[in-house]
């Protein structure tokens, strides 16, 4: 009898990896798991066409474009619906491949007006995109296209406009309201070629980020009524930049031509804003256009005379210094605002201390509360300025034994002088009573860029940029410091509020006139607790949570 | 009906369901994994209880199955054999695909026209009545084919009809 033979030793397991590796037209890529075959190829830089394949909204498989060959499987194989494992081969540019495209390409078009050159959409069409790309020249099709009397051209809501004779069927739109806004007003009604996307009932597609759905649709089926045919797309300007709604900050494109701004769209950061926007923050476009305030101007007596920037900008450190000299500088009084950047509002505390004063302060309005979904939570907003929590940060609160607004307009103290680097502060700024408690000092200026009741009031008015016409950074409700740059130049000779706030620094003999926002940004790091990790290269990257967290920005 | 209306149901009276539906529709729900997975049996309830379904009615089964009215709507839109607006106490449903067209039902729905006095989509004056228009209804071995409610009546010629619609109540 022979002694049972040992056990072998067990062969160690091999090492994890927690990469997988595909293998995309013989090039292997090293990708994380968890994601499907498209953004796989992404990774890899090949694109694999799709339409209905959204990065955040469920996995429908519907519009079939995205066609690849995978070694072993005898059949084309939709990309979108292929979970990845290690080893994968996959095929993207075999002869199958292209006419499977080409093919669905043509069942695309067959009901599509193909009309582009009097399409909104088009520039930024993923079916024009894939149809140049990946069409046939020609079609076969000679027959009527469909028509959708009555579905066409039609607002669907107070912002989005449909016209379903461009629907592809995708169902991006309808999974949007599902599943991310969770209000769920869109749906496929009808069957076969008569389907079309429209409400219950016809009830309005009125959640509060319903512009997204024309956002997330790839064709000229939904777009927004504010927009539509105003521009075409490749006229526009791309400038990255921060909503200036509230204080969620989402992240956006500001698209200008020639110094007008046409629309905010939303501006990927998984940590904020995602893919989304709210309809309340990305209409505010618009409002980046109206100049009221194009002049510096100084009264007189009773007289307003225009000025020279510089030389309103004099008249209001000299008002400083005599105060200074008859009453000190406790009876100057400085108002930040929750609208302007870090720099600015850090400027103006800098100007405060250098006079030696502690009335100072920022106050903003409560806005209806807004959500925004990032990447993995809902987060919550509800002041009325971007950038209220930087402006505190900045240190724009009132000094020991100093003074802030309130006591100003509850009439508990009258300075002499009352400086407000931003005229629409809030809406106390268009209110006769609380402007005449401002107006109880002796000299009043302001910086602004539309006019209000303050303005109105004002000794010295100074034009002011607006957001589009100015770099700067805002801090957010999570305390993620986020730049926004310029897209244009104010129009001459409105500054922005930093390079006015500067002037006024220089004249008090505080600052240098070469200053830029980045260089004021250096001294915040230096000076205010928890900005010193939020470096520049961080800061174009996406944002970054102050006080050293750091908080990955990795796009998908 | 032959054309279905893309958008709108139309309105009815405030849709509750009467107690012994309520109870279906419990049982129904309990054979079912998750709500929306009972939608088209308790949309049949909905029809079976007020005949036809309107858009209150979609939006009570909204309610009930914790679903947005509008897929709702859109499953609704869908399938042809829910009836989106009233229809007559009997639904005359004419096959006219192929093998039928074939075997006269166009003759035939011509003749059912003229003795009614409707057309496609319609109904008698009296109640009594709908046609409707309907594709293959897998009867073509017997064709003309129709189905009367939930009857099939096959072959069907003009003068059977003729009979079948004196007999009808
Ligand atoms: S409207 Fe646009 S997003 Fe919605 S299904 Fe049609 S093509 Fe897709
Ligand atoms: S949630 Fe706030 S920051 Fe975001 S888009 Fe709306 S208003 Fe702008
Ligand atoms: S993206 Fe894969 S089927 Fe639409
Ligand atoms: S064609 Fe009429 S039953 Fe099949």
């Not at chain 1, 590796?21 to 090949?46: Q, R, S, Y």
């Not at chain 1, 209000?183 to 009125?206: N, Y």
């Not at chain 1, 400085?334 to 505390?349: I, T």
């Not at chain 1, 957010?476 to 006015?500: D, K, S, Y």
Request: glycine share 8%; net charge neutral.
């Amino acid at each position: 009898m022979s002694a049972p033979a040992p056990p072998a030793p067990a062969a160690p397991p091999p090492p994890k990896k927690d990469t997988l590796t595909i293998v995309f037209d013989g090039k292997p890529i090293e990708v994380p798991p968890g994601i499907n075959l498209i953004e796989a190829a992404k990774l890899a830089g090949i694109e694999i066409p799709h339409f209905c394949f959204h990065p955040r909204l469920s996995v429908v498989g519907q519009c079939r474009m995205c066609l690849v060959e995978i070694e072993g499987i005898p059949k084309i194989q939709a990309a979108c619906t292929t979970p990845i494992k290690d080893g994968l081969a996959v095929k993207t540019t075999t002869q199958k491949v292209r006419e499977s495209r080409a093919a669905n390409m043509e069942f695309l078009l067959i009901n599509h007006p193909l009309d582009c050159p009097i399409c909104d959409q088009a520039g930024e069409c993923k079916l024009q995109d894939n149809a140049f790309g990946y069409g046939e020249q020609r079609s076969r099709y000679d027959e009527r296209k469909r028509q959708y009397a009555g579905y066409d051209r039609t607002a669907i809501g107070p912002h989005v406009v449909a016209d379903m004779t461009r629907c592809i069927q995708c169902t991006r739109c309808i999974r949007f309201c599902q599943e991310i806004a969770g209000t769920g007003e869109l749906t496929f009604l009808d069957r076969g070629g008569r389907t079309l996307v429209w409400t219950h009932d016809g009830k309005p597609l009125a959640n509060d980020w319903s512009a997204c759905a024309a956002d997330v649709c790839p064709v000229g089926a939904l777009t927004t009524k504010e927009f539509r045919f105003r521009r075409r797309v490749w006229d526009l300007k791309k400038t990255p930049s921060v909503c200036p709604g509230c204080n969620i900050g989402c992240n956006i494109s500001i698209e200008d031509r020639d110094s007008v701004v046409y629309r905010f769209l939303p501006r990927l950061n998984p940590a904020v804003n995602d893919y989304w926007l709210c309809d309340y923050g990305r209409f505010l476009s618009e409002s980046l256009n109206a100049r009221e305030i194009s002049k510096a101007t100084v009264r007189e007596g009773s007289d307003v005379r225009d000025a020279i920037v510089p030389a309103a900008v004099e008249r209001i450190a000299s008002e400083i210094r005599s105060t200074i000299e008859t009453d000190g500088p406790s009876a100057i009084f400085f108002l930040g605002s929750a609208h302007l950047s870090n720099e600015e509002n850090f400027l103006l505390r800098k100007i405060a201390d250098h006079i030696g004063c502690g009335n100072r302060d920022v106050v903003v309005d409560r806005s209806r509360v807004r959500r925004m979904k990032s990447k993995t939570e809902w987060i919550e907003g509800d002041h009325a300025g971007a950038n209220y929590a930087g402006a505190r940060d900045m240190g724009l609160s009132p000094g020991p034994g100093g003074h802030g607004l309130t006591d100003v307009l509850e009439g508990r103290w009258i300075p002499q002088i009352v400086v407000v680097a931003d005229a629409s502060f809030a809406a106390a700024a268009d209110d006769a009573e609380k402007v005449g408690r401002l107006r109880g000092a002796r000299f009043l200026a302001v910086a602004a860029r539309t006019a209000n009741s303050l303005t109105r009031a004002a000794d010295v008015v100074l034009p002011a940029a607006s957001l589009a016409q100015k770099e700067g950074s805002f801090t957010n409700v999570q305390g993620r410091v986020q730049w926004f740059q310029r897209a244009f130049l104010p129009p001459p000779p409105a500054r922005a509020h930093w390079e006015l706030l500067l002037l006024l620094g220089v004249a008090l003999g505080w600052g240098d006139r070469n200053w830029t926002p980045a260089a004021v940004r250096t001294q915040i790091r230096e000076e205010v607790e928890g900005y010193d990790e939020v470096t520049e290269q961080e800061l174009a990257g996406g944002g970054l949570m102050k006080k050293g967290l750091f908080v990955s920005t990795g796009a998908v | 009906m032959t054309s279905r209306r893309y958008a709108v149901l139309p309105a009815g009276r405030p849709a509750e369901f009467p107690p012994d539906a309520r109870a279906r529709i419990e049982r129904i729900l309990s054979r079912y994994p998750t709500k929306q997975a009972a939608l088209l049996p308790v949309l049949w309830v909905a029809q079976e209880t007020w005949g036809w379904i309107s858009r209150e009615a979609a939006e009570e089964v909204a309610r009930i199955l914790e679903l947005s009215p509008a897929h709702v709507s859109g499953v609704l839109t869908f399938y042809t054999m829910y009836n989106l607006e009233p229809v007559g106490r009997h639904l005359l449903q004419f096959c006219t695909s192929i093998s039928c067209h074939l075997a006269g039902a166009g003759g035939l729905l011509e003749h059912c026209r003229r003795r009614l006095g409707i057309d496609l989509g319609q109904t008698t004056a009296d109640g009594r009545f709908t046609m409707v228009e309907v594709e293959c209804i897998a009867g073509c071995d017997r064709a003309p084919s129709m189905m009367i409610d939930d009857a099939y009546h096959e072959p069907m010629d003009p003068s059977k009809l003729d009979a079948l619609l004196e007999s009808l109540p």
